[in-house]
Structure formats: C-alpha cells, structure tokens
C-alpha cells in the first residue's frame, strides 16, 4: 500500500463493502453495491459465506470472508443454546463462533484487500472496527454506512429498550453505554489478531477509553451515510439537536433491491404461482414473519407458527406466513389441543412460504406483522399499509417506536411478553383504523418517492472528489490522531465526571479536547 491515501486518477475507483450478519442486515448493502456499480464504480462486497450467492444473483461481486451463519445455528451447541430460555446463552455462544472464525476472515479480507487494492472502504457496523483500524494502517478511506443512525441522542430511546418516557439525558446515558459494550467486545475479539495479521496496527487500534472512543464516532473523518430516511426522525428532523456540528450523517433514503430484481427463490418466487394465485383468490392478507428473530424460548417454531395461525383465525383474516430463521411451517402446527381447528383454517386461509419479494408483497398486504427489523420495517413503511411490530432487541425497539410516534401501525412489547389477544387486537385495528391506514399511505409514499440508492452513490462520488481529492479526510484524520494523543494523557473521567456529563454538560456529545495543544 502506498504512504498516503491514493488520488482519483480519472476511473471509477475500486470500492470494497464490508457487510455481514443476517440476511436483512446485508440485502441493503448489496442494494448500495448495485448502485455503485451502475454508476461505473468497481465493487466487491465482502460478506458472510451464506449470502454470496444472492449477491451474485443480484449481479454483485460478492466474496465469502465471515462465519456461515446458517451453518453456524444449525449446530447442536446452537440449538441448544437457541431453546435455552436465555438470551446472554445464545449471544455468548454467538460470540464464541465469531471469535473462533475471526482469523481466518480477518486473512481472507486482508487477501481480497491486497489482490483488489480498493480505493475506498464502505464499512457497515458490523465491521466498523477493522475497516477503521485497516484503513487507518493501510491508508485507505473508510466511509462508515449504517441503516439508522446510532449515535447517542436524548431524543430518541437507545437500542437497550428503555421506557420513552424516561428524562431525555438518560437515553444518551443509555446509547454511550451500549455503543461502549459493543465497541469494547469488539476490541477484545479483534485486535489479538489485528496485532498478528496487520503489521503497524498498533497506534491504529480503537481506544479502550470511552471518551477517547467518543471523540472518533461523534466527531467522524468523513460524513457516514444512513439507509434510513428524516421521514422517520423525530418531527423529521435531519440531524438530532443534541449532537456536534461535525456529525452530519446523511440520510440517505433506504437502500432497497428494485423490485424488478426481486425473483427467484431469494424472494420465494419459486412460489410465485402459488403466491400470485392467494392473493388473488381472496381479501388481502396480513403479512407474517419475524426474520431473523430467535426469541430464545423452548419450542420456538413451534410457538410462533401457532400464535401466528390463532392470531389471523380470532381476526378472522387471511394470511401470508414466511419460515424465517426458526422455520415457521405448517407441520409445527401438530400436537396442540387445536391442531385440527388451525389445520383446516391455514389449509384454506393461510399461504405458508419460505422467503417472500416484501416490495412487491406488502403494497398487496392489509397488514405486516413482524420483528421490526431494518429492512423489513423499512419495506413495510414503503408498501403503506400499516405495521405491527413485536420488537425483541436492539434497533428494533427503535423502530417501533418510530412506528408508534408516526401512527403508521401498532408498537407492541417484547414478544416474548405478548398475549394472543394483544396480536389480535393490533390487527383488528390495523384492519379497522382510517387514522393508521391514512398516516400509513401518506408515509409509503414519501418513502417511495426516495431514491436512497442514488442519494447514496451521489455522497460516495462528493467524497472522492472533495474529501479524497483535496486531502480533507486525510486532514481529518490527522486531527484524530493529535486529539487522540492529548486525551490519552490526560486522567480517566470516573463514574462521578460521566455522570456530570451526561446530566449536566451543555454539549454533552461534544468530546474535542477543551485546549487543542499537540505537543509530542
């Protein structure tokens, strides 16, 4: 690698996306892959094992770096851990494969970037911390992309789920401490291997400081780009109140597959007779399906498909159930005290499929009923109709609170607290509500009239030409590296300064030393 970043020189410049982890974490990536690649830019994505035949079939370059997923939760310690009743189970087993497969992935990315010699690094968060700590190495531009912003504000609740209606300062407390845990398990994982495998890395490593930490992410080198849109902000606001002025993460719009590449049995369309045929045969029906969701209970599959089934027979609705990751399907409707009632009622009402095309499903749905994943909110706020989620952890508390402020369909608590009669309810209403039903069409709309792609391949050619061309993230980086140097010197915070930040600090997500002096 050269010295320095390298300088447009004329071509499309060689771009490498890191995205890995369930396939509604990816499909937007490689959505933002064709588009780059459209538009003249040579793409590679490097993702997980599992998901680089649908790249390929979306006409993306895709290369198999991380953990085959499928493979991984189709093990017995997996599944074990998967009807343990214990959420901190599966994760630690989740973590313990992660950390097992890390140094082979780190060398197959350290290959691809070797052999490719990319110009620019797009990084999802899954993958933010070796891009970061690579790029910084090898000078390469990193551009961070998430699917919403994550940064920590008191306007909204954090990933960790707390009540809204706590004091605003907490939810900041709460985000700084989640993106904490997460930055820090991070760190434990990958930088042994980072030290072996990417010589010079050391002075690159992320801080194990948080306010070391929060000067990088609240202060970034380069604008992150967002996959979500303002529409689903706060009074769409473009940018929290609360955060520096030098985070301006673009808000893209959602980085969606086009529905005219929608086929094949990526998106059930293996089904597509059949698929085609219930919908016409009949009202519309409600949409089903919790993803990549694993509430960690005995019996899942079990459980879901039967809540789901007894769920569209007390709304009396129609409906259309996909597998997901915990394979929702007919049989496991068997040994119940109404097995036969949910049998003949899903024989006639009920379309069961492995994978479904959502932008072209859910505009044809009365309802959705989901997980409130990124992506599937995201198609399901497009399609118009409204939505029910039944968050589990994560970003998906957060969308169902957008849901919630927005009216656009039912928030309901963690699913693993629900009742059927509360499921049942949030459809009757959905059903039923003009209120939901206006706010739901009038959202779809203005999501539709979005391009996020473009708005995002348009923000990749202004950094190449502005950031990269003129030296402004090298520059940027420069600055990181001295106001990394002064916080480093100076004394730990203590639980006693945090806590006076958070509550008290008129900016508290200001974290540029008060006196910038870069002496050695």
């Known amino acids: 690698m050269s010295e320095t970043f390298r300088y447009y020189t004329g071509t499309r410049e060689r771009i490498i996306i890191s995205a890995c982890g369930s396939r509604g974490d990816v499909q937007p990536f490689v959505a933002l892959a064709g588009g780059l690649q459209e538009a003249g830019y040579n793409v590679r994505v490097a993702t997980n094992v599992n998901h680089v035949p649908f790249c390929e079939a979306m006409g993306v370059y895709g290369v198999p770096v991380f953990l085959n997923l499928d493979q991984a939760h189709s093990e017995p310690a997996m599944k074990a851990r998967l009807n343990s009743h214990f959420m901190r189970k599966y994760a630690g087993e989740i973590s313990r494969k992660t950390k097992e497969a890390w140094p082979i992935a780190l060398k197959k990315k350290l290959a691809l970037i070797k052999e490719f010699v990319p110009d620019i690094l797009i990084t999802s968060p899954q993958c933010n911390y070796e891009d970061v700590v690579i790029g910084a190495t090898l000078h390469i531009p990193v551009l961070q992309a998430y699917l919403q912003a994550p940064f920590p504000s008191g306007n909204k609740i954090s990933n960790l789920g707390e009540p809204a209606g706590i004091p605003h300062r907490w939810h900041l407390a709460c985000a700084t401490l989640l993106l904490h845990m997460f930055w820090s398990n991070q760190k434990s994982i990958k930088d042994p291997e980072l030290l072996n495998q990417v010589p010079g890395c050391e002075s690159n490593l992320m801080p194990s400081r948080l306010r070391v930490l929060m000067r990088y992410l609240m202060h970034p080198p380069a604008q992150m780009l967002v996959g979500s849109s303002t529409l689903l902000n706060p009074e769409g606001q473009k940018r929290s109140p609360d955060w520096h002025e030098d985070l301006q993460p673009k808000f893209c719009g959602p980085w969606v597959i086009p529905d005219s590449k929608q086929y094949g049995g990526n998106f059930g369309m293996a089904q597509s007779d059949q ?52 394979s929702l399907s007919f049989d496991k409707l068997k040994g119940q005290a109404d097995t036969d009632s949910m049998e003949v009622y899903a024989k006639k009402h009920i379309l069961f499929m492995k994978s479904a095309p959502h932008e072209w499903l859910f505009p044809r749905c009365l309802c959705t009923l989901h997980h409130g994943g990124a992506g599937t909110t995201l198609a399901a706020l497009r399609a118009g ?72 391949v ?19 980086m420069d600055d990181w590296k001295k106001d990394r140097a002064i916080l480093e010197r100076r004394s730990s915070m203590g639980c006693f300064g945090w806590c006076h930040r958070i509550c008290w600090a008129v900016e508290p997500n200001n974290y540029l030393p008060t006196i910038r002096y870069y002496d050695a």
């Open 458 to 476: 348009e923000a990749v050619e202004k950094f190449v030409k502005e950031d990269i061309k003129l030296n402004k993230y090298r520059t940027r």
């Open 275 to 326: 698929l085609q045929a219930f919908i016409e045969g009949g009202e519309a029906p409600v949409y089903i399906g919790w993803g990549a969701m694993n509430p960690t209970m005995g019996n899942a599959a079990e459980y879901m498909t039967c809540i789901a089934v007894r769920a569209l027979m007390k709304a009396g609705c129609r409906g259309v159930i996909v597998s997901g990751f915990v």
């Open 385 to 456: 109709v409204p939505t029910i989620i039944t968050p589990y952890a994560l970003d998906q508390y957060d969308y169902a609170q957008v849901v919630k402020d927005t009216n656009t369909g039912i928030a309901l608590g963690k699913f693993t607290k629900l009742t059927l009669e509360q499921i049942v309810q949030a459809i009757v209403e959905c059903k039923t509500n003009a209120c939901i039903q206006g706010n739901a069409a009038a959202m779809g709309e203005g999501l539709r009239s979005e391009d996020g792609v473009a708005v995002a």
